[in-house]
């Protein structure tokens, strides 16, 4: 398997500390100027049909989901007072069971909006719960364990990338991705990246036809010492983007903030190391179960079996060995 020699770990070997992703649900405000940015810094099409854009009949939308042309999807969930309430049930169940392990709040946080008010608002009859997703980029990564190709490969940076030139379209990684991220472009045509010209305000050309695509976490930048695209584009700092240690620091503190005013629905999602996918290097705050923003509760990547899976089948073959054995031998006697 490719995490086995790929895994983050390898990042300490490079002197590149991994980077990641904090995504602040609570103070998303669904502007998708992260979506505009991303597209237009990747040359990524856009999701409507020719005759211009529509937004989808269940919200304010018109990208739907993740997928090869979308890397970054706002998500537009409307809740009740019902809900909202139940929310803030199950987010104290959490905190009942010692989940989150939070230290005291009040600290600074790297990334804040200088001089803004942040506070999520005291909306107790409805709100909106914006979510800003992206590739997980996931710790254990079942995309690149199955890829076999190696058009996937671990970065200096702990990310996960697709090679382009090195894909061959097998869709093997799609069906490896417990989020349902990865997806391979269906119509355009190939192209080598030297090859492109793009004029911002102009629709990017399609390219890479049936070729796995995903967020890079904008590699090209990152190796510039550059933000993300999305991250440098969100006017409320929900998109942080830093070394992930102290993503997953500033996620735990401003949850501990959240829960002392009263907000017990603040939970974290993508920081446990310990999950099926070992962490991810895009964290979210959330506030509501991860089902309701369409994420996987309990992720697992399908790879993780395999050991066992291997061992059990050895010790299958041994057995039916044996028995062969045994049946030749008595056979012989006979």
């Not at 695209?229 to 500033?250: F, H, N």
Request: one cysteine or more; a negative charge.
């Amino acid at each position: 398997m490719n995490q086995l020699t790929e895994s983050p770990d390898h990042v300490r070997h490079t002197g590149h500390p991994r980077k990641g992703f904090f995504t602040d649900t609570s103070i998303c405000i669904g502007c998708k100027a992260c979506e505009v940015a991303c597209k237009e810094w990747n040359r990524n099409p856009h999701d409507s049909t020719d005759s211009g854009y529509e937004l989808l009949g269940s919200s304010y939308d018109n990208t739907g989901s993740l997928g090869a042309d979308t890397w970054r999807h706002v998500a537009f969930i409307e809740q009740d007072k019902e809900q909202i309430g139940r929310a803030r049930e199950s987010g104290r169940a959490l905190v009942s069971l010692g989940m989150p392990g939070l230290g005291p709040p009040g600290q600074d946080r790297a990334g804040s909006l200088a001089g803004a008010d942040t506070t999520p608002p005291d909306t107790p009859d409805f709100r909106w719960l914006m979510s800003s997703d992206v590739c997980k980029h996931c710790t254990n990564a079942g995309c690149l364990d199955v890829c076999p190709t190696g058009a996937l490969f671990r970065t200096e940076h702990g990310t996960v990338v697709v090679q382009d030139d090195v894909c061959n379209g097998c869709g093997t990684c799609v069906a490896g991705c417990p989020f349902g991220v990865i997806e391979r472009r269906s119509d355009g045509t190939a192209g080598p990246k030297t090859a492109r010209d793009f004029t911002p305000g102009e629709q990017a050309p399609t390219r890479n036809a049936g070729v796995a695509q995903k967020c890079t976490l904008c590699y090209d930048r990152i190796v510039d010492n550059q933000t993300p695209a999305c991250a440098q584009a969100c006017p409320t700092t929900s998109i942080k983007y830093g070394e992930r240690e102290d993503m997953v620091a500033t996620a735990k503190e401003r949850v501990a903030e959240l829960h002392a005013r009263g907000l017990t629905e603040a939970r974290l999602y993508g920081a446990n190391d310990s999950d099926g996918v070992g962490g991810t290097g895009s964290v979210f705050l959330l506030l509501d179960e991860p089902e309701v923003y369409g994420l996987p509760p309990d992720p697992r990547v399908p790879t993780a079996d395999l050991p066992r899976m291997f061992k059990r089948a050895g010790i299958a073959a041994a057995g039916m060995l044996a028995a062969a054995t045994a049946a030749f031998l008595a056979g012989g006697r006979a």
